[in-house]
Every structure is written in structure tokens, then in C-alpha cells.
């Protein structure tokens, strides 16, 4: 389903959980940026809201129903202080799948973490962490809950 390896699988309780541990676990300093999706599922936006106590300025991406310009949005949103994007892979309020290919080549190219919200998204539209680069995803299923860390847990730390 997200053709990734079993060794970059942890079991969860559920998604929310997910978004929590991974942001909880993030290293961000005074003044880094999150960006996060406009009108956002609540359980990938509350995860963020304790690094706003910390100077981390967090920032929402407008929503489009058209990919393509959704996709400018998410450039203009980047700054040089940009450090995390996270979005649901398929938009809680629209339905309208987000370009996540793209976006994670972009984190990719500018060395910011890319988490996704998968609840709405992994078995529904192609999700293959192999050309996500340092994607994270986060899925809740109905009697089991994991998130995907390709290609390994180095860039979060538990505690
Ligand atoms: C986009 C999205 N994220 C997160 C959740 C919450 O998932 P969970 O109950 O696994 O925490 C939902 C639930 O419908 C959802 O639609």
C-alpha cells in the first residue's frame, strides 16, 4: 500500500498519536517555520500549536481545489526558515487529492521535513514511499495504525 520497507513501519495507536510523537520529536529552533494546510483536519494542527510557546512561527498554506495552484502556493509559502510542511495527503474539507509527489521533491530539494497526514489518503490514491524521499506519513486504520518513516528514523528523535 505504501511500498516501503517493514523496518520503516512503527505501529500506533492512531493517527493523531502519530503527529504528535513526530512532532514532539522534531529539533526546531527560534524562528524556524511550520507551514501547515488551510482548513487542516484538527489532529495536524493541534500536534504543531506547542512550538508557537517556543518562537517557532507556524504559518497555514490557502488551500486551492486546483493542484497545480496550490502547488504555487506552497513555493510562495517557503521561506529560508522553513523547516517543516505537513498536509494531509487527501483534504479533509475538499476531497481533492494534494500534490504530495511535488511537494516532497521540493522538501527534498530544500531540505525540509515533509509529514503527511495519510488518514484520508493511504489506500486511496498512490502513496510509494519510495520516491518520497525523507517523507513521513502518518496512517490511522480502523484496527491498526502505523507511520512510515522512509528511509529511517534518523531525523526524529523520541522522548
Ligand atoms: C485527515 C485526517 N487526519 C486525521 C484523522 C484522525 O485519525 P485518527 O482517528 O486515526 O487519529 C482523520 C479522521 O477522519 C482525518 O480525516
Sequence with gaps: MLNC??????????TAEGMNLISHGLNLKNSDEILLLENEYPSNVYPWEHWALKGI???TIPMSNSPDIFLENVKKAITNKTKVITVSAV???????????DIAEICNYKNIEFIIDGAQGAGHIDI????LFLTI????????????LYPSFKDVVFF
Design 5 to 14: 520497507n517493514k523496518e520503516d513501519i512503527a505501529i500506533i495507536h492512531n
Design 57 to 59: 512561527i507556524i504559518k
Design 91 to 101: 483534504h479533509c474539507c475538499t476531497g481533492m487529492p494534494l500534490p504530495i509527489k
Design 128 to 131: 510509494d514511499m519510495t520516491i
Design 137 to 148: 506519513i502518518v496512517v490511522g486504520f480502523n484496527l491498526f495504525n502505523i507511520f512510515s
